[in-house]
């Protein structure tokens, strides 16, 4: 019985270990966007080859962040799989639906402002996020 | 889908954690599939078949 725990537990640590790191992915992924976004204006005032450098490496922690995700995913079982897929698909749907709405708005002149791409990226992070804790709610 | 996945692990005397490491899923997961709230895949509910020594249709009604 200890050593099926220990199996459990190596098993637990081992889905806890891939979510810390995808975690710092994510982290790694945000700094990385705020230093392309703000690097040319506040750090480098504008130097090309920094800005395009600022560029490259949110791009590259951004694909370093999806197979992140990709072996997360691989570890889970088939019911925290089913969760984490559904949870994705709405905050896809929803990203995609209400993202070409917002786009309207300003073309139809309903608003002045410019549409952010911030805004979608936050509304499906947190689509994603309802739709996690929904899921996991549902198979309690 | 009802099952008799709680029955058969309370004859042996495991916890759903031994049948989770057992089965290679997560607790909750088990827990999930005993409340018939999760319905398993065909390779999970023939492993658990093959565990118990039993057909699919013995532990899982349709």
């Known amino acids: 019985m200890n050593k099926q725990t220990s199996v459990i537990n190596r098993r637990d640590a081992s889905t806890a270990k891939n979510a810390t790191r995808l975690m710092i992915w994510a982290l790694a992924w945000v700094l990385t966007t705020a230093l392309a976004a703000f690097g040319p204006k506040v750090i480098w005032d504008f130097h090309t080859g920094l800005t395009i450098l600022g560029v490259l490496i949110n791009v590259g922690v951004g694909f370093g962040m999806i197979f992140a995700t990709k072996r997360h995913l691989q570890r889970l079982d088939e019911m925290h799989q089913k969760i984490f897929r559904d949870a994705a698909v709405l905050s896809l749907g929803v990203g995609l639906v209400i993202a070409s709405s917002y786009e309207l708005l300003e073309d139809i002149q309903l608003i002045t402002a410019q549409p952010e791409i911030s805004h979608v990226i936050i509304l499906m992070t947190l689509t994603f996020l309802v739709g996690m804790i929904a899921g996991h709610r549902k198979y309690r | ?62």
């Open chain 2, 1 to 62: 889908m009802k099952n008799r996945l709680k029955v058969l692990r309370a004859e042996r005397d495991w916890t759903q954690a031994q049948l989770a490491n057992e089965l290679e899923v997560s607790r909750q997961t088990i827990n999930a599939i005993e409340k018939g709230k999760f319905d398993p895949s065909l390779p999970l509910a023939f492993k658990a078949a093959r565990l118990f020594d039993l057909s699919i249709e013995d532990i899982f009604e349709g």
